[in-house]
């Protein structure tokens, strides 16, 4: 099973739209792939049940079905940083549970398995442990999300370096246009990111209205 982790420039970097894209690339080669989201918080009350709409729009571009459990398994209903709502539930996020929920679907006989992440990379997700001590116990490869904004450039360097710092591989990275307007000077900002970030561009994604009813593969680059 090839595992990827998709994380980003900062929290809404575009990192959902760029792994339901990113996943939708793997579904047209072939693949089976499963998504997870393991952490989530901002979740609504569905059916008794806690549900995070990252964890529910990567599910429904992936082409295999497990259980909401499986994909999300920490919920929290406050959009705050989820240390602060696991304390606030007298929870402890546990990095064994996260390592254990993760190699569950290397028995489940799919190809690929998506992970997004929550925020940026350097995110806490209880005292002593931030996520890159599981992005590392799981072995994944990780996929930079650039959110282009100004400041992208800054945060893209810095995470890059601190990815490679902590001994993870960077397998290439993800300009997205979060927003209807282009930041100013987008593509002197786009040609900078591909001078300065020294891993493979997959994909830019434009802004896309009503995205999760279209088709973003399209939006991948083709290499050799
Ligand atoms: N290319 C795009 N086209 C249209 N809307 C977009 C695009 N990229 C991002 N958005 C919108 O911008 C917002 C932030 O994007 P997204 O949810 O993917 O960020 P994120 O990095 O996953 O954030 P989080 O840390 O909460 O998981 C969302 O409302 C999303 O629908
Ligand atoms: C609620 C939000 N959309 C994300 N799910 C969580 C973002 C946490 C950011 C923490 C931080 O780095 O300050
Ligand atoms: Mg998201």
């Known amino acids: ?71 999300n398994p920490y919920t929290f209903e406050a959009a705050i940083a989820p240390h602060i709502a696991a304390a606030d539930n007298d929870t402890v996020i546990e990095k064994d549970k996260l390592v254990a929920s993760v190699e569950w679907f290397g028995d489940q006989q799919i190809d690929s398995l998506v992970i997004e992440g929550a925020g940026g990379w350097q995110l806490p997700l209880a005292p002593g442990l931030c996520m890159p001590e599981v992005v590392k116990a799981i072995n994944a490869q990780v996929i930079l999300v650039v959110g282009l904004k100004l400041g992208c450039l800054n945060h893209a360097l810095l995470s890059l370096q601190s990815i490679r710092q902590e001994g993870c591989e960077v397998i290439g990275w993800i300009a997205v246009q979060t927003e209807p307007e282009p930041m100013p000077r987008q593509d002197e900002n786009l040609a900078s990111l591909r001078e300065l970030l020294n891993t493979q561009e997959l994909a830019h994604i434009p802004y896309v209205p009503d995205w999760s009813a279209k088709d973003l593969s399209i939006y991948f680059h083709k290499h050799d």
């Open 1 to 71: 099973m090839n595992t990827y982790f998709i994380t980003g420039t900062d929290t809404d970097a575009g990192k959902t739209v760029a792994a339901c894209a990113f996943v939708q690339h793997l579904v047209k080669s072939r693949q089976k792939v499963a998504v997870m989201k393991p952490v989530a918080s901002g979740c609504q009350r569905q059916n008794g049940q806690l549900v995070n709409d990252d964890a529910l729009n990567l599910m429904h571009q992936s082409n295999t079905s497990f259980d909401y459990d499986k994909v």
